[in-house]
T-cell receptor, first 114, second 110 residues
Framework: EAQVTQNPRYLITVTGKKLTVTCSQN?????MSWYRQDPGLGLRQIYY???????DKGDVPEGYKVSRKEKRNFPLILESPSPNQTSLYFC?????????????FGNGTRLTVT | AQSVTQLDSQVPVFEEAPVELRCNYS??????LFWYVQYPNQGLQLLLK??????LVKGINGFEAEFNKSQTSFHLRKPSVHISDTAEYFC????????FGTGTRLKVLA
């Protein structure tokens, strides 16, 4: 089944404790992206990647890191989480063979930083 | 700069009633337009899209949307909603990258 898989689904951590949220897709998509969803703000893009070893900042990159060592994986790293990073995070991917292809989303990771 | 506005943050409607969720966008260039739906505790999934051609597009679950270039709108409609349509709906123009609206929570009441 074609899918984007995020882990974990839920995560509670404390301020300053490094964490990684994993994202993997099995559709051979070139493009992958991370979003955060907050009430009243919709989805805001954190980072994106057009292909292996190519990453770029989105609209709200501060406090986050990503890497794209393999085409299928795009982990999101919070080196020193803070309470304002409490949010619902989504990973998404799409092919780049057409410039109007839809995004495929994972089921989300709900992060709470205390 | 491109932007998108979903005017209604919440829309309550009774089952079997019609519904319209509004979306307006601003762009100086041509856009592709998408609606995504997010059911509780799930990720977003594609509902429908406008790429070109007929301005009335049909999507899954009986939803449709009409592209109006002069009013820069892409409103989502369904003639008769079901309880299972309760979800959050996002309008998302694609202009190089996706720009997501703030979402509209549709609550279908029995």
């Amino acid at each position: 089944e074609a899918q984007v898989t995020q882990n974990p689904r839920y995560l509670i951590t404390v301020t300053g404790k490094k964490l990684t949220v994993t994202c993997s897709q099995n559709m051979n998509h070139e493009y992958m992206s991370w979003y955060r969803q907050d009430p009243g703000l919709g989805l805001r893009q954190i980072y994106y990647s057009m292909n292996v070893e190519v990453t770029d900042k989105g609209d709200v990159p501060e406090g986050y890191k990503v890497s794209r060592k393999e085409k299928r994986n795009f982990p999101l790293i919070l080196e020193s989480p803070s309470p304002n990073q409490t949010s619902l995070y989504f990973c998404a991917s799409r092919p780049l063979d057409r410039n109007n292809s839809p995004l495929h989303f994972g089921n989300g990771t709900r992060l709470t930083v205390t | 700069a491109q932007s998108v506005t979903q005017l209604d943050s919440q829309v309550p409607v009774f089952e079997e009633a019609p519904v319209e969720l509004r979306c307006n966008y601003s762009s100086s260039v041509s856009v592709y337009l998408f609606w995504y739906v997010q059911y509780p505790n799930q990720g977003l999934q594609l509902l429908l899209k406008y790429l070109s051609g007929s301005t009335l597009v049909k999507g899954i679950n009986g939803f449709e949307a009409e592209f109006n270039k002069s009013q820069t709108s892409f409103h989502l409609r369904k003639p008769s909603v079901h309880i299972s349509d309760t979800a959050e709906y996002f309008c998302a123009p694609l202009v190089g990258k996706y720009i997501f609206g703030t979402g509209t929570r549709l609550k279908v009441l029995a």
